[in-house]
């Protein structure tokens, strides 16, 4: 099969890549290397897929329309993993018109190429961060996403609703998966987990936002890429009503669209989540503690059930497991080992 990826080069991008490829695919990676984060790290993971001779790599951005078109019309991808975008909450507040140019502008050039030539599949990336303010747990998938607490949920929001518009258009079979903040090898150096790593091992004093008082519903990367993985192979087809399977299916009653967490739904705190990066390292961290920052939620918890339903898989890997796999690549990347 003929996998086009988005976002290849970035954390999550590469790791599916690299697990499509392991199974046999040919891929096409298509990732613009900005330079939100130090682009060092993303041609290194960029040169470990190019190692592949199922892999095919495009350097380009999704607001280059013409170059995304030629792109799919080239190669054709029967399965097509959009995960490109620019990511982080905070950033969002800085730079407000980078999410627009690359989500929703971004995401349209890619629906508007695929209008014409759709895939089997096609797989578009979210975030739980579209739960915003809600205050029921868990996050089920049926539950209102209307109260976007940054500009970074908004957009992802926007590309879910976009993307069920060409669903019901254009009959694009889509699958829009949430996922749960994601952390393992590979990660990017913005995240909490780089962070509080680089940190600790220089002596540096780790920073640690609502007085350590959070709590998230981790994933680690390879549960998340073995979820895509998975509903891949789970098409959505046309509700024939309103009363949807599961009880809780997202399943839309007019296109062949549905939205999935992947997420383990067992939320971890804060602290316990830096008791295990101190643990890994065998160093005890220096803490400051500070208020919530903008655009940030106290919890977050998903629902798996309908992941669990749909593909037979619920995200398990320990915190400590994960951790110590982030840890050991980490040491091994400053190394120049990775």
Known sequence: MRVLVTGSAGFIGFHTAQHFLEAGHEVVGYDGFTQYYDPRL???????????????PVEGMLEDKDLLTATLHDHRPELVIHLAAQAGVRYSIENPAAYI???IQGTFNLLEALRYRAPKHLLVASTSSVYGGNTEF?????????FPMSLYAATKSACEEISHSYAHLFGIPTTCFRFFTVYG??????MALFKFVDRIQRGEEIEIYGN??????FTFVDDLVEGISRLSGSLPVVSESNS????????????????????????VPLMKFVAAVERALGI????????????????????????????????????????????DWYREYQSGAA
């Open 244 to 267: 949807v399977p599961h009880g809780r299916d997202s399943l839309s009653p007019v296109a062949p669209w549905r939205v999935v967490n992947i997420a383990g739904g067992k939320p």
């Open 185 to 190: 090898p590979w990660g990017r150096p913005d």
């Open 101 to 103: 140019n690359s989500n």
């Open 42 to 56: 993303k041609r290194a993971r960029d040169q470990i897929l190019r190692r592949s001779a199922g892999f095919t």
């Open 212 to 217: 350590g008082e959070m709590s998230r519903d």
């Open 284 to 327: 005890e961290a220096k803490k400051k503690f500070l208020p919530m920052q903008a655009g940030d939620v106290v919890h977050t918890l998903a629902d798996p059930q309908l992941l669990t339903s749909l593909v037979d898989f619920t995200p398990s890997t320990p915190i400590e497991v994960g951790v110590s796999a982030f840890v």
């Open 138 to 146: 868990p996050f089920e998938e049926t539950a209102r996403t209307a």
